[in-house]
């Protein structure tokens, strides 16, 4: 299993987790590509699904995944969030740091 950590910042006054990059890639995420979110208690899972409402942003290889507001539940809250996930899955585990 593959971890970093990402910093929550802000976006005209609301809440914002941004991750683009390395780490989608290495997850699985290419631009273009469609995934949903579901929220468990400690944070929530960001997987990949073709018939997903969200995309994938970016261009070329930079993959890019921006979540604002109210969609980012507990982790609003939090400075900081672990990501985690395994090689190629399509999927990214994000918890909340006190």
């Known amino acids: 299993m593959e ?5 929550r910042g802000m976006n005209r ?8 990059g390395k780490h ?6 290419k631009p ?3 995934w949903t979110l579901t929220h468990h ?3 929530f899972t960001i997987a990949f699904d073709t018939e997903g409402k969200r995309k994938v942003s970016g261009k070329g290889s930079k993959p890019i995944i921006d979540i604002a ?3 980012l539940g507990v982790v609003a809250e939090c400075e900081t969030v672990d ?3 395994f090689l190629q899955s ?7 740091n006190a």
């Open 24 to 29: 989608l890639t290495e997850a699985g995420f």
């Open 13 to 20: 006054g609301r809440p914002r987790l941004w991750i683009e």
């Open 41 to 43: 208690p400690g944070g």
């Open 83 to 85: 990501c985690h996930y």
């Open 90 to 96: 399509g999927q990214l585990e994000i918890i909340a």
């Open 3 to 7: 971890t970093f950590t990402r910093k």
């Open 69 to 71: 507001g109210s969609s």
């Open 32 to 34: 273009g590509d469609f």
